[in-house]
């Protein structure tokens, strides 16, 4: 995968979240990663529970979860199966990179990894 990728799908806080919940809990379901995502520290607190939910299965669903599939990052194979990871080659060093600098409500971007790997 070429570096351009790799910042492209780490860029997001709800794609690092992703990865980072699949790494520590191994193979899970949409429905467990969509609550994950509704009470991530990036999220404002939500009223709606079911709602905030709801609103994080369907961008796993059309968002998320095929763009990390497409770049063979999971295995996910539709809403009612299992997510899994498939292959880090060459995100893991840059995901612990942008996690030791920044938090999830921090966009990532090129420039910013870049200077913290300089300190």
């Known amino acids: 995968m070429v570096t351009d990728d790799i910042f492209a799908l780490l860029s997001n806080a709800d794609r690092r979240c992703i990865l980072e919940t699949l790494s520590e809990r191994g193979p899970t379901t949409v429905d467990e990663l969509a609550t994950e995502l509704a009470v991530a520290p990036s999220k404002t607190p939500d009223s709606g529970r079911a ?5 994080a299965k369907i961008s796993l669903v059309h968002r998320h979860l095929p763009r990390l599939a497409d770049h063979n990052v999971i295995a ?3 809403p009612d199966g299992p997510v899994s990871l498939e292959s880090v080659d060459g995100l893991e060093s ?3 990179t942008t996690t030791d600098y920044t938090d999830r409500s921090t966009p990532i971007t090129r420039k910013a990894v870049t200077q913290s790997q300089k300190q």
């Open 94 to 96: 840059s995901l612990n």
């Open 51 to 55: 709602d905030a939910v709801s609103r």
């Open 76 to 78: 996910y194979d539709g």
